[in-house]
Protein backbone atom coordinates (compact mmCIF):
# COMPACT_ATOMS: atom_id res chain seq x y z
CA UNK A 1 0.00 0.00 0.00
CA UNK A 2 1.35 3.47 -0.53
CA UNK A 3 0.90 6.65 1.70
CA UNK A 4 -2.14 7.77 -0.30
CA UNK A 5 -4.44 4.77 0.38
CA UNK A 6 -2.79 4.45 4.04
CA UNK A 7 -4.57 8.35 4.54
CA UNK A 8 -7.62 7.36 3.06
CA UNK A 9 -6.78 10.12 0.37
CA UNK A 10 -9.42 11.35 -1.87
CA UNK A 11 -9.67 14.02 -4.47
CA UNK A 12 -13.35 15.11 -5.22
CA UNK A 13 -14.89 16.53 -8.12
CA UNK A 14 -15.10 19.98 -7.37
CA UNK A 15 -18.33 23.06 -7.93
CA UNK A 16 -18.45 25.95 -10.30
CA UNK A 17 -17.71 28.11 -6.85
CA UNK A 18 -14.54 26.13 -6.21
CA UNK A 19 -13.34 26.56 -9.97
CA UNK A 20 -13.74 30.11 -9.09
CA UNK A 21 -11.05 30.40 -6.37
CA UNK A 22 -9.12 27.87 -8.11
CA UNK A 23 -8.98 30.53 -11.00
CA UNK A 24 -8.49 33.51 -8.49
CA UNK A 25 -5.78 31.37 -6.24
CA UNK A 26 -3.59 31.08 -9.46
CA UNK A 27 -3.60 34.71 -10.12
CA UNK A 28 -0.68 36.89 -8.81
CA UNK A 29 -3.22 39.00 -6.64
CA UNK A 30 -5.00 35.65 -5.67
CA UNK A 31 -1.31 33.74 -5.10
CA UNK A 32 -0.10 36.70 -3.19
CA UNK A 33 -3.10 37.03 -0.76
CA UNK A 34 -3.18 32.92 -0.07
CA UNK A 35 0.24 33.24 0.55
CA UNK A 36 -0.01 35.96 3.34
CA UNK A 37 -3.19 34.29 4.92
CA UNK A 38 -4.24 30.94 4.11
CA UNK A 39 -1.68 29.02 6.28
CA UNK A 40 -3.32 31.21 9.99
CA UNK A 41 -6.66 30.56 8.97
CA UNK A 42 -6.54 26.95 7.52
CA UNK A 43 -4.93 26.11 11.20
CA UNK A 44 -7.43 27.71 12.57
CA UNK A 45 -10.28 26.41 10.63
CA UNK A 46 -8.74 22.70 11.19
CA UNK A 47 -8.97 23.25 14.62
CA UNK A 48 -12.50 24.25 14.33
CA UNK A 49 -13.46 21.28 12.71
CA UNK A 50 -11.35 19.18 14.14
CA UNK A 51 -8.99 18.10 11.71
CA UNK A 52 -11.97 16.86 9.41
CA UNK A 53 -11.91 19.47 6.58
CA UNK A 54 -9.25 22.59 5.14
CA UNK A 55 -10.04 25.98 3.74
CA UNK A 56 -8.62 25.14 0.71
CA UNK A 57 -10.83 22.03 0.30
CA UNK A 58 -14.13 24.01 1.50
CA UNK A 59 -13.00 26.77 -1.11
CA UNK A 60 -10.95 25.20 -3.87
CA UNK A 61 -11.93 21.41 -3.54
CA UNK A 62 -8.54 21.17 -2.68
CA UNK A 63 -7.66 18.37 -0.13
CA UNK A 64 -4.41 18.93 1.84
CA UNK A 65 -1.99 17.09 4.18
CA UNK A 66 0.01 18.54 7.06
CA UNK A 67 3.42 17.65 6.95
CA UNK A 68 5.61 17.44 9.52
CA UNK A 69 9.37 17.82 9.27
CA UNK A 70 12.23 18.21 11.57
CA UNK A 71 13.54 21.57 11.09
CA UNK A 72 16.93 21.94 9.08
CA UNK A 73 18.25 24.72 11.72
CA UNK A 74 16.34 24.34 15.07
CA UNK A 75 15.32 20.81 15.01
CA UNK A 76 11.95 21.48 16.09
CA UNK A 77 9.25 20.05 14.63
CA UNK A 78 7.40 21.96 11.73
CA UNK A 79 4.07 21.40 9.98
CA UNK A 80 2.97 22.44 6.74
CA UNK A 81 -0.81 22.59 5.56
CA UNK A 82 0.09 21.25 1.89
CA UNK A 83 -1.78 20.56 -1.40
CA UNK A 84 -0.80 17.01 -2.22
CA UNK A 85 -0.92 15.19 -5.87
CA UNK A 86 -2.07 11.44 -5.86
CA UNK A 87 0.13 9.33 -8.22
CA UNK A 88 -0.63 5.98 -8.35
CA UNK A 89 -1.65 4.77 -4.53
CA UNK A 90 1.18 7.63 -2.92
CA UNK A 91 1.15 11.07 -3.34
CA UNK A 92 3.57 13.73 -4.32
CA UNK A 93 4.36 17.44 -2.98
CA UNK A 94 5.34 20.14 -4.98
CA UNK A 95 7.32 23.03 -3.71
CA UNK A 96 6.16 25.71 -6.18
CA UNK A 97 5.01 28.58 -2.88
CA UNK A 98 2.41 29.82 -4.50
CA UNK A 99 4.27 30.41 -7.92
CA UNK A 100 6.46 32.67 -5.68
CA UNK A 101 9.94 33.30 -6.12
CA UNK A 102 11.83 31.74 -3.09
CA UNK A 103 11.98 28.11 -2.90
CA UNK A 104 9.27 27.14 0.66
CA UNK A 105 10.78 26.43 4.03
CA UNK A 106 9.62 23.03 4.38
CA UNK A 107 11.79 21.92 1.09
CA UNK A 108 14.65 22.45 2.92
CA UNK A 109 13.75 20.56 6.09
CA UNK A 110 12.83 17.87 3.64
CA UNK A 111 16.13 17.94 1.90
CA UNK A 112 18.02 17.87 5.13
CA UNK A 113 15.62 15.19 6.73
CA UNK A 114 13.60 13.06 4.51
CA UNK A 115 11.60 11.19 7.51
CA UNK A 116 8.00 13.27 7.83
CA UNK A 117 4.72 12.18 9.39
CA UNK A 118 1.93 13.09 7.35
CA UNK A 119 -1.67 13.79 8.30
CA UNK A 120 -4.98 14.03 6.19
CA UNK A 121 -7.75 14.85 8.07
CA UNK A 122 -7.92 12.39 11.48
CA UNK A 123 -5.25 9.47 9.67
CA UNK A 124 -1.70 10.38 10.21
CA UNK A 125 1.13 8.14 8.93
CA UNK A 126 5.20 7.97 9.46
CA UNK A 127 6.50 8.60 5.68
CA UNK A 128 10.33 9.14 4.29
CA UNK A 129 10.00 11.86 1.07
CA UNK A 130 12.22 11.31 -2.05
CA UNK A 131 12.78 13.37 -4.65
CA UNK A 132 10.75 13.10 -7.46
CA UNK A 133 12.48 11.18 -10.62
CA UNK A 134 13.13 12.95 -14.28
CA UNK A 135 10.19 10.32 -15.53
CA UNK A 136 8.16 10.97 -11.91
CA UNK A 137 8.74 14.56 -12.70
CA UNK A 138 6.56 14.37 -15.65
CA UNK A 139 3.60 12.13 -14.18
CA UNK A 140 3.49 14.32 -11.49
CA UNK A 141 2.87 17.52 -13.03
CA UNK A 142 0.40 15.93 -15.17
CA UNK A 143 -1.67 14.65 -12.05
CA UNK A 144 -0.90 18.23 -10.87
CA UNK A 145 -2.99 19.79 -13.45
CA UNK A 146 -5.56 17.61 -12.94
CA UNK A 147 -5.73 18.84 -9.33
CA UNK A 148 -5.09 22.42 -9.90
CA UNK A 149 -4.76 23.97 -12.58
CA UNK A 150 -2.88 26.60 -11.16
CA UNK A 151 0.31 24.60 -10.75
CA UNK A 152 0.55 25.37 -14.60
CA UNK A 153 0.86 28.90 -14.15
CA UNK A 154 2.85 28.64 -11.16
CA UNK A 155 5.69 26.86 -13.36
CA UNK A 156 5.58 29.39 -15.89
CA UNK A 157 5.95 32.36 -13.06
CA UNK A 158 8.84 30.89 -11.16
CA UNK A 159 12.21 31.18 -12.87
CA UNK A 160 15.30 31.61 -11.63
CA UNK A 161 14.90 28.23 -9.10
CA UNK A 162 14.26 24.58 -9.78
CA UNK A 163 10.86 23.77 -8.42
CA UNK A 164 11.14 20.69 -6.39
CA UNK A 165 9.24 17.95 -6.30
CA UNK A 166 9.04 15.10 -3.25
CA UNK A 167 7.32 11.29 -3.83
CA UNK A 168 5.77 10.29 -0.15
CA UNK A 169 6.91 6.42 0.71
CA UNK A 170 5.37 4.98 3.74
CA UNK A 171 8.28 4.88 6.54
CA UNK A 172 9.94 1.50 7.21
Do not use: C
Not at 2 to 24: C, K, S, T, W
Not at 60 to 86: D, W
Amino acid sequence: MGVAADLGYRHEPINGFQRLMQRFGSTRVGAWFFSKTLTTLDRAFVKLTKGRTSVPEVLAGLPVVFVTTTGRKSGQPRSAPLISVPVGDTLALIGTNFGQARTPGWVFNLEADPSARVRYRDVEVAATVRPATDDERAAVWKAASAVYPGYDTYQQRITGREIRIFVLEPAG
